[in-house]
């Protein structure tokens, strides 16, 4: 059969493969209506290393032609919308139920172009048919719902990452489809003043239909002082769909205490974070940073898609580019690799090591990395540790899985309040704990409080703690 795809690294063009092989929970799809993606492009180019001989593409509605024999819910000519992202639901990143994007591996959801072939083909494989697809509801159109497969899921995965609530300041960084999907679900969440970062004049025009009240052209300076300005003060939360490693660092200088940066960017494997402490409160103003990948699965599209069935949300703004017939994939290829100025989207029509948390309550601006490198995908940092104010943030990108390993980050500052203290004693009074395991040094009367601060700045290496009995 023939497929449009990388022959190269740089290379593009048609290609000739065998048909794909439906195992008993597969299924074999036949695209009726393909969209090319950014990652497609930067696939060809070589950003998922050194690959040839692959069809392309990751985002198709289409007719089903065959099932293998365990798949019941689908048979041959059923139209079906098929996420991008199509998880082994035995992995354990699956079963560990917070994110379906990482099941057996970081991103290892994403099966299209990474473990097989794509979508740009005669035929096109799908695993776990059953979980993986979903039929195309006859009152939406077909190009409407072929946006909800990675440019909807995606952006909208960004207002999830950001618990964006009601009345929220939010801004989104990055006005292309996924940005402007990005803006339209922090609408529908409740966002107050809702700022996007972008500067296409089709782009800005769209971002304000779908509900933004203010925006900022990165190419005037600062976005933190334009924001801050417009804003009157810091946002509640950043999500980021556009720009680069120094774009996480000025999203800090942004968000309030208590905020919450979502990125769903992809971001260069050349690049660093390089982020002061001081950006971060020190690790210690609760700011959330989460970075994650696009969900998939059945059940996720098929609540996207009873969005556009019920009016909430026309994705059909993002097209702007039609193309007719199988051959035209190539022309459509291309010109998403050319990107005119007009361009968003176009359619054509036919852990073995790593660990679930890591908590940092020691170390300095290096433990934050050498956590990202512990940690598993979908998995958590909490730091609770003081970092000096002199000491940056060096993290390559890589190490946080070029954004969408959603590998959340949280740093915070000691709760307190009267509440949360009698709680905390009911584990003692109830033996759950003993807490004078952590008393090391004992001291009586009021003037012994000098000896017991001189003992806590040497730090012998016999110290945990010393408490001074005053009466
Ligand atoms: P586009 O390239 O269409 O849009 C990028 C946006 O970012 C544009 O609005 C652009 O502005 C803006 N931008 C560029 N540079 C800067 C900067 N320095 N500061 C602020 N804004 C900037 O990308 P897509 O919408 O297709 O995708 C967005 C990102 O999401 C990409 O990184 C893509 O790879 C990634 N992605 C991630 C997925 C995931 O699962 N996590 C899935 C799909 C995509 P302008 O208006 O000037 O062009
Ligand atoms: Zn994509």
């Known amino acids: 059969m023939k497929g449009y795809g990388v022959i ?25 209506l393909v969209a090319p993606c950014s990652s497609d492009t930067h696939f060809m180019h070589g950003g998922s290393g050194d690959k ?36 082994d639901w035995f992995g354990e990143g699956v079963q560990d139920g917070r994110y379906n994007s990482h099941d057996n591996a970081p991103l290892g959801s994403f099966k299209f172009l990474s473990a097989k072939d794509g979508v740009f083909a005669e035929y096109f494989h799908v695993n776990m048919a059953d979980a993986n697809l979903v039929k195309l509801p006859d009152n939406v159109k077909p190009e409407a719902a072929l946006m909800t497969v990675d440019m909807m899921s995606t952006g909208f995965h960004g207002v999830e990452l950001a618990e964006v609530g009601f009345g929220h300041k939010v801004v989104v960084v990055g006005i292309g489809p996924v940005g402007l999907m990005a803006v339209a679900g922090a609408a529908l969440r409740g966002a107050g003043q809702l700022i996007a970062i972008g500067t296409r004049p089709n782009c800005v025009k769209i971002a304000k239909e779908y509900g933004a009240t203010d925006i900022v052209n990165y190419k005037d300076g600062d976005i933190v002082k334009q924001v801050k300005d417009i804003a009157g003060g810091s946002v509640d939360k950043v999500i980021i769909a556009g720009g680069n490693a120094e774009t996480l660092r000025d999203a800090m200088l942004m968000v309030k205490a208590g905020g919450v940066i979502a990125s769903v960017n992809y971001y260069d494997i050349s690049e660093t974070f390089s982020i002061p402490t001081w950006a971060w409160g020190l690790g210690m103003a609760n700011i959330d940073v989460r970075g994650g990948f696009c969900p998939g699965g059945g059940l996720r599209i098929s609540r996207l898609l009873a969005l556009l069935a019920h009016g909430r949300i026309d994705t059909t703004k993002l097209i702007t580019h039609r193309f007719n017939g199988f051959d035209a994939i190539e022309e459509a290829f291309l010109l998403m690799d050319k990107k005119p100025a007009d361009l968003i989207k176009q359619v054509k029509d036919i852990a073995g090591g790593s660990v679930d948390k890591v908590i940092i309550a020691g170390g300095n601006a290096e433990t934050l990395r050498d956590a ?40 915070g500052f000691c709760p307190g309040g009267g509440l949360r203290i009698s709680r905390l004693l009911a584990l003692l009074a109830h033996g759950r704990i003993d807490t004078t395991k952590l008393i090391t040094h004992r001291f009586n009367g009021f003037d012994a409080i000098e000896e017991a601060f001189l003992l806590m700045d040497k730090k012998p290496a016999d110290l945990i703690k010393p408490v001074v009995f005053i009466d």
């Open 52 to 87: 040839n001989n692959v069809i392309l593409g990751h985002e198709a509605i289409g007719v089903v032609v065959e099932v293998g024999k365990l798949v019941t819910k689908f048979k041959a000519g059923d139209k079906v919308v098929v996420p991008c992202t199509t998880p």
């Open 372 to 411: 990202m490198l512990m940690v598993k995908a979908g998995g958590v940092i909490a730091s609770v540790n003081y970092y000096d104010i002199s000491e940056t943030f060096s993290i390559p990108t890589w190490a946080w899985g070029l954004g969408m390993a959603n590998i959340d980050v949280r740093g």
């Open 8 to 32: 190269s690294i740089g290379n593009p063009g048609w290609l000739e493969k065998p048909k794909p092989v439906a195992g008993e929970l597969d299924a074999i799809v036949r695209p009726t």
